[in-house]
C-alpha cells in the first residue's frame, strides 16, 4: 500500500512540476488545446505517424512510453483540436542541449503553424532549463522540414549516414543556438 502510495505521490509531484500548464491556445484564428502527452494517447501518435509517413510507424509503442517516463528532463506535448490529436512534439534535454525527438503534424493540419508553435515550446523549456542549444535529425529527402527548420533559426551541422534504419536514408542533423531573454 505505502509503495503504490509513494508512486502516485511520484507522478503527481512530476505533473506538477511540468513547464506549462494544459491550456486553449490560438493558432492562426484557429482555437486548439495544448496539454501534455500521456499513456492514453500512444494509440493516437501512432496513427498520427502512420497518416505523415505514409503508413510506416517510426516510433513504437514502447519508444512512446519510454520517452514520456523518461527520468531525464523532458517535454512531450500534443495540440489537439475538438479532442482530435491534430501535432506533437518531443524533446529531451541532454547536457545544455534540448534535442527534439519527434515532432508530427497531421496532414489535415499542416501549414497551419502548429510545427511552429510546437517548436517555439520547445524552445521556451530549453531555456527554461539553461539549455545552450536545440537540435534535431531530419531525413535528407524532406526539404520542406528543412526549411521550415532554417526559417526558425536552425542550421545544418552534418549528415548522419544511413540515420533511418528502414530504408537507410541519411538524416541531417540540425542545431539552433540559444539566446538568453533579455
Not at 49 to 69: M, Q
Not at 157 to 172: F, G, S
Amino acid at each position: 500500500m505505502l509503495k503504490k502510495f509513494s508512486g502516485l505521490l511520484r507522478t503527481v509531484i512530476k505533473r506538477k512540476s511540468q513547464p506549462f500548464e494544459a491550456r486553449n491556445v490560438s493558432i492562426k484564428g484557429q482555437e486548439y488545446f495544448l496539454r501534455s502527452i500521456t499513456d492514453y494517447d500512444i494509440k493516437e501518435l501512432i496513427a498520427l505517424e502512420k497518416d505523415v509517413y505514409l503508413g510506416e510507424v517510426p516510433w513504437t509503442k514502447s519508444a512512446f512510453l519510454t520517452e514520456i517516463h523518461s527520468p531525464i528532463p523532458h517535454l512531450y506535448i500534443c495540440l489537439t483540436y475538438k479532442e482530435e490529436l491534430a501535432a506533437f512534439i518531443g524533446a529531451r534535454v541532454v547536457g545544455n542541449d534540448a534535442h527534439i525527438t519527434n515532432v508530427a503534424v497531421k496532414r489535415l493540419f499542416q501549414d497551419r503553424g502548429l510545427g511552429t508553435f510546437l517548436i517555439d515550446e520547445v524552445e521556451k523549456f530549453a531555456i527554461m532549463k539553461s539549455c545552450v542549444t536545440m537540435s534535431l535529425e531530419v531525413r535528407i529527402s524532406n526539404k520542406d522540414a528543412q526549411r521550415l527548420y532554417r526559417r526558425l533559426g536552425f542550421e545544418g551541422q552534418k549528415i548522419r549516414r544511413n540515420y533511418y534504419t528502414e530504408n537507410n536514408e541519411d538524416a541531417l542533423e540540425m542545431v539552433k543556438p540559444l539566446e538568453e531573454e533579455k
